[in-house]
T-cell receptor, first 109, second 113 residues
């Protein structure tokens, strides 16, 4: 069975502070990991995927197979980063996504 | 490209009625996925369809729920004899093929009275 755990429901930081949103997964094979973001009144959209190894809006995430984690990081949070963030997993050979419960990030001025 | 369209955005039904949720995928996308989000939960996969075929329905409740994606027209998620526990947000996503990025619609919020 595949499972994604996001331990924090809410993460509140001040503008300019570093941010780390945690994501741990459980999967026996080689998964593909994603971070999705939902800004207020907008639809869910892909932020980044581990295979692309890119930085989007200053966010990065590294897949750590030893710790089965895919934490999302940003060195300096901005107010416009406030949103709901979902970690998701796609198993090898599958097309469907397994989502975590999400973490609400609030960045205060 | 207008993106994935879902309608209605909000749907209110009384217990025992039927709910029909529609999803129009992005242009050029033939793969459609339905997810359900209960309050305080993440999105949970329900069913995956590719034009006229159900590829994976492992997340769909065995009774009362059905889905289709006809050759012409939107994908339909149908819930018969709704119960209060069906109240949730239902999201549709589409992709160009099975390994490509899934683009999500705005969701349909179903409330069962």
């Amino acid at each position: 069975a595949q499972r994604v755990t996001q331990p924090e429901k809410l993460l509140s930081v001040f503008k300019g502070a570093p941010v780390e949103l945690k994501c741990n997964y459980s999967y026996s094979g080689s998964p593909e990991l994603f971070w999705y973001v939902q800004y207020s009144r907008q639809r869910l959209q892909l932020l980044l995927r581990h295979i692309s190894r890119e930085s989007i809006k200053g966010f990065t995430a590294d897949l750590n197979k030893g710790e089965t984690s895919f934490h999302l990081k940003k060195p300096f949070a901005q107010e416009e980063d406030s949103a709901m963030y979902y970690c998701a997993l796609r198993g090898s050979g599958y097309s469907t996504l397994t989502f975590g419960k999400g973490t609400m990030l609030l960045v205060s001025p | 490209n207008a993106g994935v369209m879902q309608n209605p955005r909000h749907l209110v039904r009384r217990r025992g009625q039927e709910a029909r949720l529609r999803c129009s995928p992005m242009k050029g996308h033939s793969h459609v996925y339905w997810y359900r989000q209960l309050p305080e939960e993440g999105l949970k996969f329900m069913v995956y369809l590719q034009k006229e075929n159900i590829i994976d329905e492992s997340g769909m409740p065995k009774e009362r729920f059905s889905a289709e994606f006809p050759k012409e027209g939107p994908s339909i998620l149908r819930i018969q004899q709704v119960v209060r526990g069906d109240s949730a947000a239902y999201f549709c996503a589409s992709s160009r093929d099975r390994n490509n990025e899934q683009f999500f619609g705005p969701g349909t919020r179903l409330t069962v009275l």
